[in-house]
Structure formats: structure tokens, C-alpha cells
């Protein structure tokens, strides 16, 4: 079984999540959500669709979290899914 560390806001979509790091509930075992990001394409300001060859690394840490900006259009994410187990466990603690 296989799952993708997302974020836990749900108001800001797969864009939101990827582009703002991913803090989620799998954080601490399987890092931010893009952390998982093999390669994204981008149209740039001139209208060229780059992919992680042609942007470079620079571009590509800045549109998995690390720019704080906008730095094109991104058509679609190639992202590594991590191994999810089968069984979770959860537990509640109360306070008084």
C-alpha cells in the first residue's frame, strides 16, 4: 500500500501542498510533501514549459517551498509515493 505525505490543510489543494512544503501527519517518518517531488513542468514569464533538466535546481527548490513567490505556471508533478503500512495505529489522550 502506498500514500503521499500531504498537508493537513485541505483549503489549499495539491498546489497549495506541494508548493508550501507539506506539513502533514506522516512529517515525521516520511519528511514534507515535497520532499516527494521527482519533477514538476513549468511554463515560465516566456511562455517556455521547463522541466527539471531545464529549470535547474534553483527553480525547483523554489517551487517546492523554498521561493515564498510565484515563479510560473505548473502543468503537472511527477511525485514518489511512500510506503504506507497496512496497520495504524491511533490513540486518544484526555485532558482534565
Known sequence: MH???AG??????VGGHLCGGGFGTMLRKYG???????????????GRVLDR???????????RG??????GV??????NLAYAPTTLLYSVVARR
Open 3 to 5: 500514500g503521499f505525505p
Open 8 to 13: 493537513i490543510c485541505p483549503a489549499v489543494g
Open 32 to 46: 514534507l510533501a515535497s520532499d516527494h517531488i521527482l519533477d514538476a513542468h513549468i511554463v515560465d514569464v516566456n
Open 53 to 63: 533538466k531545464s529549470m535547474g535546481e534553483d527553480l525547483l527548490w523554489a517551487i
Open 66 to 71: 523554498g521561493g515564498g513567490g510565484s515563479f
Open 74 to 79: 505548473i502543468l503537472p508533478w511527477k511525485v
